[in-house]
């Protein structure tokens, strides 16, 4: 599955890669991963659900 984030270096919508589920000591999880075109670390809030999808 892919996932897109919001890349602060490219300003706009990019695909993750190198995706991590990190899940958080809120409970919450986490995504991290790197933008396809620049490399530059994102991560992004995920639901139980997507974090499920995502397999972890
Ligand atoms: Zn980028």
Redesign the pocket.
Known sequence: MKLEGR?M??KEA?EMKDLKIEKTTRGTFMARGT?V??G?RMAKILSAEQAKQLGK
């Open positions: 890349c270096k490219c990019r933008c075109k620049c530059t």
